[in-house]
């Protein structure tokens, strides 16, 4: 076999041509996030010199575009990406709030849930400050901590003041300024409705959950359908961890992809048409964003659940690399620190791994007599652990040695508690917390404890095994070790295969 039929049989053919302009954004946004600042300037003139030259090229004819195409289209997005972030940092270095040393009073709106740090008592937030002192500014984005006491149960949307302490903030961050809280919050006027509404959506999923179910389940209910993890035992977080079922308990672009495809099937089997089918699927997307939180972390996952979506049906695999390649462009110009972000990076491999496999690996499970819907879960799967566990072990220096085991042992189960999960959550805040609409939510919730005892036992047995991760090396070397496991792996399989079928 050829080394072109290998390639061919690995990388399946699809419209690779976003790939460069994506590739071309994240780079040069990480070299001007984490290098010295005065880096853009040097991007910008060759970015733009390399493209003049080109253009010379072309119109004298001492080459075609076809030659020059793919480094007009890297040089022009690199100018793009450099100028986008010239322009945001001059705009933070121009900011009143950056120049202030000490003590400062400000007017702010959190911009997302706060995050406990580590074991501390203290939580931190991001925030838009819009005055100082009294005195009206352009919004700022800003990272704010504090006594947890105080700052853990703020809304998304609240207006508040207080007093802070301003320090500059570190490298690879597009904030104007860290801030440490020295007096409490004042609360200014209420969140906008829809904040309000989805706080107590995610209030009400948490009171019927703790009536229905036991104290370990009631807690990882609403982390698995809203990403509330606040209820979540200590246990169960190093459990989920340990087993490499983390990521069920943040949104992903699965929760996404599970909830917008399950609302979009339902409208098809009434026998909508394809645009109302279309718009039914943004209002879905968009009411799961306001109920989850519209932190960019969830915007990305929501565009990348769209992507995913076109990864179950064949025939849109050629137009969900393309609209994968946009995503990454998008969120990259919009929101510069995702190209640091771990979870960033682990979507897009697992979105594009999805993508380009998931089908090819779908086909042939049913080709070995899986059932269809069986051979669906378990492709996805058994894709998105293989292709990203390279990159966790870069971040983490660890591989999880049960986590495709535990992956594919959770995988048909997710859906059912995505979607039923989902559902009695919007049911459970009609009328009051006794009423028709949380009796019958208590219903569907109560339904799904057998899902929920089967995940949290899987958690448990797998990672509390002491071989369930071994350490590896942090880092590109980490991640060449993993990827070779797992190459090495699937060999030994297909060729084990192989060998029992000619017998």
Known sequence: MTAGRVARSVVPSGDYRLVVPGASTWTVTLLILFGPRAVVWPVLVVGVLVCAACALAVRRAWVTWATVSLVVVAAAMATVTAGALAMRLQAATAHP???????????????????????????RVRVDVCELSGRAVAPASAELTGPAASWSELSVGQSFSTVVRVSPPRRGEMLVARLSAVAEPRLLGRPPPHQRLATFIRARLQQISARALGVEAAGLLPGLVLGDTSGLGTEVRSDFRAAGLTHLVAVSGANFAIVCGAAVLAVRMLG??????AVVGAIVVVAFVILVRPSPSVLRAAMMGLI???????????????ALGTAVVLGLLWWPELAADPGFALSVIATAGLVLWSAPVRDRLRRWRVPAGVAELLAMALVAQLVTAPVVAMIGGRFSVVGLAANVAVAPIVGVIAIIGTGAAVLGAMGGPNGPGAVCAELMIRALAPELWWMLSCARVLGRLSWAAIEVPSGVLGAVIVALMTVCALGALRAVWQHCRRE
């Open 97 to 123: 709030l950056s120049g202030i040393e000490g003590k400062v009073r400000i007017s702010a709106v959190v911009g997302d849930d706060a995050i406990i740090m580590g074991s501390s008592a203290r939580v």
């Open 272 to 277: 909508a048409s394809p645009g109302v089918t």
């Open 308 to 322: 995913g979506l076109l990864a179950l049906i064949r025939s849109r695999r050629a137009q969900a690399l393309p």
